[in-house]
């Protein structure tokens, strides 16, 4: 393989974390001829159902290797779902050592791409001189926040969330500490204190690749340059999106058939991502506010569980529809179709019947819902989904966000409210144009635009490097 340049990337476990990253190969390769990408795969148990699925249908110049998985017995009970991810990979971390020796023991490595939450493995690029990056799968604002950290723990005494003045970031839109991300909600957690002193590290990479657009977020990247110092380079490349959900099932089939059926713009997709998961006391408001909203709805309803990501690593075997409340579906037959833990997210978003998008704000979803130009509800979870929900409703003002009451319930009038005002209200029409302006910027930053120029640049010097 004489003239290619080699690029190897190491992915986190879980199907969020693998399929930007191995879009983002897609997308260099699809654009620069000569490039030959390895991503290697660290997993927990067994790989998820949907990460095979995906991998299945790869170009010819990307492969992948799955490392032996780590058994769960060997990780820490009860710990944070990205501090499993993440300490799977640290146990992974001699055979990602051991594939990339093999690896380029027959070819030149020319980068090391790793994600978020493998960064450990980039400790190995210079023994095999390659470069290093992150491949940050996340927003700008982020970003600069995990930047941020080190100031923010000297200035600020006590919880972020105590806080009653909002966090104003430069260039982003001021957060109040409760809506920062969960892993840094609770500062004598040994989490906190390992995420800070990665903050610390982040630096002193070769470059930060980011799953953003210069159009979604200026003033988040206008910073991130500043903060580097022309020392460390940052490269928003996306927005990176699966081009189709995997898997043609029933299922899939089912969701599209309906949806064929449903006048245009009026049906509200209602998802939490690859694995959120509501409480059945949540579940029921959920229900009863579908249905007194009169909308019609599309939901991707899992089996309840008191822990919001339970179903992050997990593969399920209840039939979630049993939780529903008795005679919901019989109720709801004509305006509503509920399907079991999984929908085509991609076509679904991308069908002219679908008006409104509930959602986690799980990034992914966030991103692929602005490339189809649907305007959002948020419901913001677990991780960093409430920062990025304050961007969407707040700052770029393409969503509207569920007010949560005392006992972190969103209850059934306030989702018929915001459902009903989404869908047809005059706020609703505001958000929905902002939307459409937004994907189109999201079109142009892709076709020749801001993010294609950023992968070039990057593609070329990594040519230069490798001789090529
Ligand atoms: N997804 C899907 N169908 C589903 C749920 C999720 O195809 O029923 C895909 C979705 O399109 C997105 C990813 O799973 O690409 C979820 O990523 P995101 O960052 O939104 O949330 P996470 O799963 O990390 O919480």
Redo the contacts with the bound molecule.
């Keep these: 393989m004489a003239n290619t340049t080699h690029i190897a990337i190491i992915a986190s476990p879980g ?2 974390h693998l ?1 930007p990253i191995i879009e983002f190969s897609k997308q260099l390769v699809k654009h620069h001829q000569n490039f030959h990408v390895t991503c290697i795969i660290p997993s927990l148990d067994s790989p998820p159902e949907s990460s095979k699925a995906y991998l299945k249908a790869l170009p010819s110049f990307i492969d992948f290797i799955f490392l032996p998985p780590i058994n769960k017995e060997q990780l820490p009970q009860g710990v944070y779902v990205g501090q499993q991810i993440q300490l799977t990979v640290s146990l992974s971390l001699p055979s990602i050592h051991e594939a990339l020796k093999s690896l380029s023991s027959k070819v030149p490595l020319t980068a090391l791409v790793a994600d978020l939450l493998a960064f450990q493995a980039l400790e190995f690029a210079k023994e095999f001189g390659a470069l290093s990056y992150f491949y940050f799968p996340l927003s700008a604002m982020i970003l600069l926040l995990l930047l941020h950290m080190p100031k923010l723990d000297e200035e600020v005494s006590g919880e972020y969330k105590d806080l009653t003045e909002p966090i104003k970031l430069q260039g982003c839109v001021p957060i109040f500490g409760v809506d920062l991300p969960d892993p840094i909600q609770n500062r004598s957690s040994e989490y906190y204190q390992h995420l800070l002193k990665r903050s610390k590290g982040m630096l002193i990479t070769d470059g930060i690749i980011i799953n953003t657009f210069l159009e979604m977020e200026p003033g988040a990247i206008r910073a991130l340059e500043e903060l580097g110092n022309g020392k460390t380079r940052f490269y928003p490349v996306g927005p990176i ?2 081009k189709r ?2 898997e043609e099932t029933d299922e899939s089939d089912k969701c599209l058939r309906w949806l064929g059926k449903q006048p245009p713009c009026s049906v509200l997709y209602v ?1 939490f ?4 998961t509501l409480s059945q006391h949540q579940i029921n408001h959920l229900a009863s506010g579908l249905e007194l909203s009169g909308e019609r709805f599309l939901w ?1 309803l899992r089996a309840p569980s008191n822990s919001a990501s339970a179903a ?1 690593l997990e593969t399920e075997n209840e039939d979630p529809l049993k939780f529903l409340p008795s005679g919901f579906l019989e109720r709801t037959e004509e305006k509503g179709l509920v399907v079991a ?6 076509q679904v978003l991308s069908h002219n019947s679908v008006g409104g998008f509930l959602s ?1 704000c ?5 991103l ?1 819902s602005v490339q189809e130009g649907v305007p959002l509800i948020a419901w913001p979870l677990f ?1 960093e989904q409430k920062t990025n929900a304050v961007m969407l409703a707040d700052g770029l003002k393409v969503a509207l966000r569920l007010k949560v009451n005392e006992d972190d319930i969103v209850e059934k009038e306030e989702i018929a409210k915001v459902i009903k005002c989404l869908m047809e209200g005059e706020e609703g029409k505001g958000i929905a144009e902002r939307m459409r302006n937004l994907k189109d910027s999201a079109a142009n930053a892709l076709k020749d635009g801001s993010s294609t120029q950023t992968l070039s640049q990057l593609a070329s010097h990594w040519e230069y490097l490798s001789g090529n």
Excluded at 273 to 276: A, F
Excluded at 341 to 346: D, G, I
Aim: charged letters at 5%; aromatic letters at 14%; zero cysteines.
């Design positions: 199907f969020a399929v999106t699966q959900s995997i998802s991502g690859s694995g959120g991707v992050y833990s999984w929908a085509p997210q991609v986690h799980g990034w992914n979803s966030i692929e991780a």
